[in-house]
């Protein structure tokens, strides 16, 4: 993982293949032939409104509140060596975030939208709490880049471990150790120092074929998942959600920055594309 972030010269034309780079035309954009397979990109920015923090906002971000875990420095707790040497850190704030206890926000639920009414190719999420899947987007939709809590798997012999018990020890704060080996066991979250999910590489080819890229909550500055913007193709209209501009967004002549809450711009995208009572019908469900 590195930190990089990369902007490009904003475009000065008309756009190309949107009427204007605004939500009016994205929707219309959607309703058309034109558009048939939607990638969706989602970053921490989408479950803030779920509760859950991102990780680097100052004084509320996950490392700002991790010094009572008398860590070397803050990123040492998603560390594979450090979790060997020291892994009640990590199941202290484990416990904090596991599945359960936050319910999925009104963008998790438009993603779900964007399934239903078969326009959702792939969402690549960098979110390890499993509020996608919970808002009902299809198993096999989604590619959890930097893995998640739906999974555990010993750190030295790779067995699997049984979902309930994994929950129980981070309940309890019992370290869970392998039956087989004695090792360590840990969600299937991608720490510093292990790999990215082999799905994660499989999917990736297909943004070639992308017809609408829409990046939602995320500052883009974690690569590799940051460079996925990049591989759409030069006609595919690129839209981002977000409190701030990020990455090369501006230097298409399709794309769209739309700056604000994602909730409230996903509804309003919803009004736009005639979703909106489905919109709220489909997250009621998740209460």
């Not at 450090?82 to 963008?107: D, H, K, M, S, W």
Request: hydrophobic share 35%; charged share 25%.
């Amino acid at each position: 993982m590195g930190n990089d972030q990369s902007h490009s010269a904003p475009h000065d034309g008309p756009p190309e293949v949107l009427k204007a780079r605004d939500l009016p035309s994205i929707a219309k954009y959607m309703k058309s032939t034109e558009c048939r397979k939607v990638f969706v990109m989602l970053g921490a920015g989408v479950s803030t409104a779920a509760g859950i923090p991102d990780f680097r906002s100052p004084g509320t971000g996950l490392y700002s509140n991790l010094q009572r875990l008398n860590l070397p420095y803050p990123e040492a707790v998603f560390e594979i060596n450090y979790f060997r040497q020291n892994p009640v850190p990590f199941y202290t704030l484990a416990r904090e975030l596991y599945p359960g206890q936050f319910r999925p926000t009104l963008t998790h639920t438009f993603v779900k939208l964007l399934a239903d009414h078969r326009l959702l190719d792939t969402c690549f999420t960098q979110n390890i709490d499993t509020l996608e899947r919970q808002a009902g987007v299809p198993g096999d939709r989604i590619v959890e880049a930097h893995g998640s809590f739906a999974s555990q798997h010993c750190v030295d012999c790779k067995a699997s471990f049984d979902g309930a018990a994994m929950k129980r020890g981070v309940e309890t704060g019992d370290i869970v150790k392998c039956s087989d080996c004695g090792g360590f066991v840990k969600p299937d979250i991608v720490f510093f120092g292990e790999s990215l999910p082999p799905v994660f590489h499989q999917k990736v080819p297909r943004l070639r074929s992308a017809d609408l890229l829409i990046v939602i909550g995320t500052s883009l500055t974690v690569h590799p998942f940051a460079s996925l913007t990049s591989l759409v193709p030069e006609g595919c209209p690129r839209v981002l959600i977000n409190m701030d501009p990020a990455g090369d967004f501006g230097g298409r002549a399709d794309d769209v920055t739309l700056l604000g809450r994602c909730d409230e711009i996903v509804r309003d995208l919803c009004r736009e594309l005639g979703w909106e009572e489905e919109l709220d019908r489909e997250w009621g469900k998740t209460e």
